[in-house]
């Protein structure tokens, strides 16, 4: 599946935009599948806005996100499904899991959604990542580096093209950092997929084809 | 320990914050309003049965008239100019209001009744007859064939009143209830008028008509004397006609009677009074039932858009890792459309319970009123339960569009 950019603009930012040249908003883009991509994006400019409008929650911007040929703010809601189970996965900034449901109860949510990773595997996932023990505690009253944890192997859960990751690993450790790198790059070679991470200051937690300052 | 399953989780996220007593008022409200509608019809189909069917219920809901041609100061020497002709009827039967036309054929031969004991008497008799189903309380015996032992008779209650009220007082004589009128025995001589033998017919009156002011006897009676003893060139043409209208008290119709210059007694409007006001009840309770029908469909609606107007962050975030909204609709529909289904049920076995009773309220009236209701009450059932999933999965999908 094939990301396209047609001078994107988002209209909250588009003064700002305007003052400096910026290396995706505004220009013309394409990011073939299995590309790692690494946007830095200092604070302000539109880190989270970026991943966001690439997932199709945002319309509030010019030019077009186009995938795979098809302009996204014109795909219809069952459309939109189908992507966001099959084609592109994300794991957001602020976690999204439901505060109400256990860890492993978030996990299944969306695991039963596609039915492509077995609860074993998903289990399994999520003893390498060191929160097995709080599989049964609501994910309301865990800690930032868990909820984290438990998003991550959501996103893994089904089968994708391309990865969306905004600030990632903000809430772990260096080991933890290192443990949740792991599974993501395996899952995603096993997807043959690509991803694009988001993040604040230069990193080299992936084998990056192209860095691109926001 | 178990997985939890997608629908458990859903449910957990989705309905979860509900209230079960909301649920079971809205449910309630529904309930209500349904049975209310369902009942509605029932008492619209029974009035239109017991006024209009075809059942032994007197036709409530019709006036007979009796109709002929008026007498004036022209036709009164014309031979047969009372007379109506098959053109009269055919216009008649396509009058308007007029739902049934009736023949009433007079005797053509003359018959003599003659009792013995305390009440004797010896008079001639006009007998007239009727077809059955203008007669409104048929006996069981009213059949007559040559060779019966015995020949049926009704007669107004009016002569019965006549009788008891203005002669019998005058003449000293003793008042008469219907069922010792019953008793009495006459013999009618019938014929003897045009060289054949008369012959003696044994008869009994066996009921009385508030319908029809004339003595009955079976048709086959009438028809049998005719043409036996019947004045030749008399014909077979009725000088009067019996006509079951829906509502004499219609303009057109008095028009038409009036223009035709045909005789009736016009003022039997009762029947159409209380079909008037029966029609305003019913009317009524219909209108009221559709309010309350829609009043209860909307608390229903309200509370479904309440709990996913609840449901709503889960819902945007569930569609945010890939729930498709026709998913969610879908998950939301399977939880109330049960309940719709539950609440027709209820509400059905409500109004029938309601019908059992009003026929049984009915049959000690008289009146016969059928346990099961016909399709009115099935129509209107299978058009609230579209109507209520169409509002419904309307109301979901368009909440989860929004969500």
């Not at chain 1, 109400?100 to 978030?106: G, I, K, R």
């Not at chain 2, 308007?96 to 008497?121: C, K, R, T, W």
Request: net charge neutral; charged share 15%.
């Amino acid at each position: 599946m094939q990301l396209t950019l047609r001078g994107v603009t988002p209209i909250p930012l588009r003064d700002k935009i305007n003052t400096y040249a910026s290396g995706i908003w505004k220009q013309d883009r394409t990011f073939d599948k299995g590309q790692y991509v690494f946007v830095q994006a200092p604070s302000g400019t539109g880190k989270t806005t970026l991943v966001h409008t690439l997932y199709g929650l945002r319309n509030d911007y010019e030019g077009d996100v186009i995938w795979n040929g098809q302009k996204l703010a014109q795909t219809k809601a069952e459309q939109l499904a189908a992507i966001r189970t099959r084609h592109v996965s994300v794991i957001f900034q602020d976690m999204r899991l439901f505060p109400e449901l256990t860890a492993w109860e978030n996990i299944e949510v969306k695991r039963q959604l596609t039915n492509t990773v077995t609860a074993e595997e998903a289990a399994e996932w999520l003893d390498r990542l060191g929160i097995a023990d709080k599989r049964n505690s609501q994910a309301a009253t865990m800690s930032y580096g868990e909820q984290q944890r438990a998003a991550i192997v959501r996103a893994l859960l089904q089968p994708f093209d391309w990865l969306l990751m905004d600030e990632p690993f903000s809430h772990l450790d260096a080991a933890n950092t290192h443990k949740a790198i792991g599974l993501v790059q395996e899952v995603v070679k096993r997807n043959n997929a690509g991803l694009i991470l988001a993040d604040l200051d230069p990193n080299e937690y992936f084998p990056y084809t192209q860095a691109i300052l926001l | 320990m178990s997985a939890p399953t997608n629908k458990q989780i859903l449910n957990k996220l989705l309905l979860g914050r509900n209230r079960s007593g909301r649920l079971w008022a809205a449910l309630a409200a529904l309930c209500v309003g349904t049975t209310l509608l369902l009942v509605s019809v029932i008492i619209w189909w029974d009035f239109n049965e017991l006024l209009y069917g075809k059942d032994q219920n007197d036709s409530l809901g019709s006036t007979f008239l009796v109709i002929g041609k008026k007498v004036t100061d022209q036709n009164m020497g014309m031979k047969n100019a009372t007379l109506f002709t098959s053109a009269d009827i055919d216009s008649v039967t396509h009058a308007p209001q007029v739902q049934e036309v009736g023949l009433i054929s007079s005797n053509h031969f003359p018959v003599y009744a003659m009792a013995g004991g305390d009440l004797a008497f010896a008079t001639d008799l006009p007998l007239e007859s009727v077809p059955d189903n203008f007669i409104d309380k048929l006996p069981g015996n009213w059949n007559w064939q040559p060779g019966s032992a015995d020949l049926p008779i009704i007669v107004s209650s009016q002569f019965l009143d006549l009788y008891n009220y203005v002669f019998a007082p005058s003449q000293g004589l003793p008042q008469l209830s219907e069922s010792s009128v019953k008793l009495i025995s006459m013999n009618l001589k019938v014929g003897g008028n045009n060289g054949m033998p008369p012959e003696t017919v044994r008869a009994h009156v066996v009921g009385f008509s508030d319908r029809i002011g004339s003595v009955l006897a079976p048709q086959s009676f009438i028809d049998y004397g005719n043409q036996k003893y019947g004045k030749p060139g008399a014909g077979s043409a009725p000088s009067q006609l019996i006509l079951k209208t829906k509502d004499p008290s219609d303009t057109h119709f008095a028009q038409y009677i009036e223009s035709h210059q045909y005789s009736t007694n016009s003022q039997n409007l009762r029947w159409s009074r209380v079909r008037a006001i029966v029609e305003a009840v019913t009317g009524a309770t219909g209108i009221l039932a559709i309010l309350l029908m829609g009043i209860g469909t909307l608390v229903f609606v309200l509370f479904i858009e309440l709990t996913i107007v609840k449901a709503q962050a889960s819902l945007a975030l569930l569609k945010e890792i890939g729930y498709s909204p026709r998913r969610l609709s879908s998950f939301m529909s399977r939880h109330f459309v049960p309940l719709i289904f539950g609440t027709l049920i209820v509400s059905l076995i409500l109004s029938l319970t309601a019908q059992y009773f009003a026929a049984g309220a009915a049959a000690r009236q008289g009146l016969r009123l059928q346990l099961m209701p016909g399709w009115p009450l099935w129509a209107a059932a299978a058009f609230c339960l579209v109507i209520l999933l169409l509002l419904i999965s309307n109301a979901v999908k368009n909440a989860i569009k929004k969500g």
